[in-house]
């Protein structure tokens, strides 16, 4: 009898997990040696600098003393700006730069006592980096190179570049370019924002200089041209023996996305329009340092990168349309980093039109159900500008109520916020004369009256003390569509529970907008690095509109070239009332005052 073996094999599924799991084993081999590789490279590279950059170096050594410096620059020498190096067929960038120290010992120029010879010894750095590696930082060296006896009397002078952005905090590591006759001088900022540029040549008006940074914007000086015959900022005089300043501000570098549409929130294309900037670099007349003109596309947007921090103006150009609103209101701000959505709400251009814009004369917010009134005799037409904005300035009275109905109320806190020392602010604790690190307020429920899209969270004081640390002040928002709910959730500028809005954080993130936000809600975070310090809180306001209702304006359209009498009244507030002349597109804007 023969017996029967049994020979079962692989099933396809077994083979191919079998194939998977060597494979994932095989992938996470492979990519630990490449990375060993990579590590071995880089550090190979980094020796191969550190060998050409000492190299350099004695070279430099070996020179006379005053043929230390860079080729047309300040100090001038025989040493190349830049320069490439070839090792082992790989290109290394060699960039030079040798800088005059002014020597506290012996004074400083300008200072007391004044050297009246401040260029007591050279500083000489030189950076080395390849730059098809892949690397993401130079190697540096640096070397003193000082004179074999006393410096000479000097009677060039000094120029010192102060760089600072938009809350005058100093911008270190910017890059200034001068340029002046045969000089070229290309540097840095320290870490307080300044590049000292000792031992220059005087000269009259010479000097122009630019400051900038990857990622930022730019300033400097501008010589006086047939567009802009009278700069704001002329390039820089030196006068021997004298220190020279200039002051330029630079800040990291935002983005705006225009959007033109109709009453219905229908996109409308391949609309011309102009943008500027309220920053001049020139005055009589005024030239504006961002002044553009631009085309939406087939979608009704225009997408602009690189826009400066600034507050900007927006104009239709041509004859098809006229603005009869905007949200945020136009003129618009904004912030350094930042991306802004604008939306331009069209209608149909008429030979006569005017946009009256209602705020709030204290905060400067668009007022909602204000009442907006044009006659004349024989015209009388009225309108109630859209949602704007709903506000908080007020917690002394305490915790515990559910619905926003009394202003200085809200629902809940954790114990460790003070909101009566003074009235109207909103701080933490202090126990044993030192303030808590720490502390939380929950809002009551807002009700927005109607599905909206909200803007902008803004709260005051932006700026807080330094000892706090950064922000201070953190904020999440939730809403629902309905006023009863047994749990909020709190969301950042992202729509995830881990992110909060901060001073320079403050767009609504869109996934609130919609059906599903009628009621809404805030939670405030008070923090300090410091307990001898507390952030302190104002007040908060949210912009919103209601779909295509630009927020606190109206607009009248079809109107005779004439004077008008306008009248915008709303509760609570006085009533503003006065003529208005009326040609072409025509503008007026309302401050109300509380009553």
Known sequence: MVK??????FTILELLVAIA?????????YGGIQMIFKIVYQSRMRIVETS???????????LPFESVGIVGGTPAGVLAHEKIINRGGVDFNIVTTVRNIDDPFDGTIGGSPNDSSPADYKLVEMSAICATCA?????ILSTIVAPKSLEGASQNGALFVHVFGETGQPISGANVHVQGGTTTIDDVTDGDGLLKIIDITPGYQIYNISAGKSGYSSDGTYAPSPSNPSPNKLPITVISQTVSEIFLSIDIIGALKIQTVGQSCSAIPGVSFSLHGDKTIGRDPDVYKFDNAYTTDGAGEKDLGNVEWD???????????????????????????????????????TANSLLVKVKDAGTGLPLSDATVRLTRAGYYQSQNTGL??????DWSGGSGQLNFDIDDKYFADSGTI???????????KKSGGFYLSDGSLESSTFDLGAHVNLNNIIWEPLNQPSQCGSNPIRMQIATSDTQVTSSWNYTGPDGSISTYYTATSSIIWSGHNGNGNRYMRYKVFLGTEDTHETPTLSEVAFTFTNGCTPPGQ???????EDAYNLEVSRPGYTTNSGEIEVSGRSEAVVNLSPI
């Open 4 to 9: 029967k073996l049994n020979k079962r094999g």
């Open 21 to 29: 799991v060597f494979l994932l084993f095989a992938i996470g081999v």
């Open 52 to 62: 050409i950059l000492s190299e350099e170096l004695e070279i430099v050594r070996s």
């Open 135 to 139: 690397q993401s930082a130079p190697v």
């Open 311 to 349: 507050t900007y103006t927006l104009g239709i150009t041509g004859t098809a349309y006229d603005i009869m609103g905007s949200t945020p209101m136009n003129p618009f701000y904004i912030s350094p980093g930042l991306s802004q959505e604008v939306m331009l709400v069209l209608r149909p251009h």
């Open 388 to 393: 704007g904005y709903m506000r908080q300035t």
């Open 418 to 428: 003070d909101g009566d020392s003074p009235a109207g602010d909103l701080l933490l």
């Open 554 to 560: 109206g607009f009248f359209s079809s109107l005779s």
